[in-house]
Each structure stands twice: as C-alpha cells, then as structure tokens.
C-alpha cells in the first residue's frame, strides 16, 4: 500500500503530494475541525461538558415516560440466515389536556405510553417518570 502510494505521487513536487494527501482523507473537511478535546479535565467539569455540532439538538428514538428504546434484533430469511435489525419504539407527536395545568401539553411518546396515560393519568405518569410539563 505504502509503495503504491509512493509511485502514484512520485511525479508530483513535495507540497502538491503534502496538499493532495489531506483533501484526499478529508481532514481539511471535517465538521469538527474547529473542536478541541481538552483530555485533562477534572471528573466534575467533564461530567457537564458537551459536544454540540452546528447547534442542533438530536432527538433521540426513546420514549420518556417509560424508557423505552430500539431494539436490536435478527431478521431470520427461509434459509435461516440471519442478518441484525433495529426494531424503533411507535413514537407519536400528542396534544394532551394536562388537568393540573389547565392546558394542553405537546408531548413525543409512544403509543404504549399513550395507553398507560389513558389508564392511569398524565400527572401520576410524569411524576413517575419524573417529569416536569411546565413550560420552561
């Protein structure tokens, strides 16, 4: 490997191969190149520190009322060969009355969530799950 690349840019001056080495990994690219890792940080601040890219937040594919999450699994063919899948929790955008605070509250959570709203309440479910529905 070492020796092809050395024939392939052998006709090149020293710089063009320095410069075209770079572009062609795609360091000078790199969405993080602004970052820096500080690696000697005390356990107390690395705790609280997070890495955000271009300001977004990823919403993830768990339910937070009932912790639910994808699952990992096979897909079994006729022929038994088995190939890894991801089965995602039914997660649903929901306007629910939320009694105690005389409004409706836009909540994303799954249907089996939905369902234990419906048996048990919204406020006894946050609670359990440790929620606050006030507004922020």
């Not at 022929?79 to 991801?86: A, P």
Request: glycine fraction near 6%.
């Amino acid at each position: 490997m070492a020796s092809m690349m050395l024939c392939s840019s052998y006709s090149m001056p020293a710089a063009a191969r320095r410069d075209s080495g770079a572009a062609s990994l795609g360091f000078a690219t790199s969405q993080l190149a602004g970052l820096s890792l500080n690696l000697g940080l005390s356990s107390a601040s690395a705790a609280t520190t997070a890495v955000v890219v271009k300001n977004t937040i990823v919403a993830r594919r768990i339910c937070p009322f009932l912790e639910k999450k994808t699952n990992r699994a096979n897909k079994v063919s006729f022929s038994n060969h088995k190939t890894k899948k991801q089965q995602f929790v039914n997660l649903q955008y929901k306007k629910l009355w939320w009694e105690a605070g005389k409004r409706y509250v836009k909540l994303r959570l799954s249907t089996k969530a939905l369902k234990t709203i419906e048996k048990h309440g919204l406020d006894a479910v946050a609670k359990k799950a440790g929620i606050d529905l006030n507004k922020k």
